[in-house]
């Protein structure tokens, strides 16, 4: 099974409609991060959280809410959908150290009509 | 604020050649990541650099990091055509903890 995992994997909603996006991950980690990803940009951070207590702004928060629910769930929510949010959404985690490497979920591709 | 700049950003090559992805960052950083891209799918991790000369190598890859000229550079030697992705580097911003990603190298090798 998977260490992280992402639902949905594919949404499409249109313009106004609240959408949750689910991370849940099995790594033992208590770093969660939000990312989104666009064509030539990169990724760019949403929010973050390093334990259940502890959430903070990304880059890019505006537009997004996040809740970490455990440490082994955090979701994400666009509280009112528009089209430039569409994108695709990574969810990563970490355990902190010297390298704290992040390891992705599969991604969910979100398209706002 | 950290600033990363990868080149090229698309790069076709042939299979047996030698190529190497640059990736520049503006300011300090204590850690440089390199991942790994295949269409529609997730990012895996390639390597951590944590200090200026570090070099690690994995198969056809090796990553180096020279903190004084804020560079990081990612060869590939004998290129296969399974290492065709788009390839990243982040860069870590200490002030707030956080990864600053470059836009990405699509890597393609014609067999």
């Known amino acids: 099974d998977a260490d992280v995992t992402q639902t949905p994997r594919n949404r499409i909603t249109k313009t106004g409609k609240r959408i949750m996006l689910e991370c849940s991950q099995t790594k033992g980690h208590d770093r969660m991060y939000w990312y989104r990803q666009d064509p030539g940009l990169g990724l760019r951070l949403i929010y973050y959280s390093f334990d259940v207590k502890d959430i903070n702004k990304g880059e890019i928060s505006d537009g997004y809410s996040v809740s970490r629910q455990a440490q082994a769930k955090f979701s994400l929510s666009l509280e009112s959908a528009i089209p430039n949010q569409t994108a695709l959404y990574f969810c990563?985690?970490?355990?902190?150290?010297?390298?704290?490497?992040?390891?992705f979920g599969p991604g969910t591709r979100l398209t706002v009509l | 604020e950290l600033k990363v700049e990868q080149n090229p950003l698309f790069l076709s090559m042939q299979e047996g050649k030698n190529y190497t992805i640059y990736c520049n960052y503006s300011t300090t950083s204590d850690r440089l990541y390199w991942y790994r891209q295949d269409p529609g799918k997730s990012l895996e991790s390639l390597f951590v650099?944590?200090?200026n000369g570090a070099v690690k190598q994995e198969g056809r890859l090796m990553a180096s990091l020279d903190t004084k000229a804020r560079l990081s550079t990612l060869h590939i030697t004998a290129a296969v055509h399974d290492l065709s992705a788009t390839y990243f580097c982040a860069g870590f911003m200490d002030s707030n903890y956080q990864l600053i990603w470059g836009a990405g190298t699509k890597l393609i090798i014609k067999p």
């Open positions: 650099l944590l200090s």
């Open positions: 990563a985690t970490s355990e902190g150290g010297s390298a704290d490497t992040q390891y």
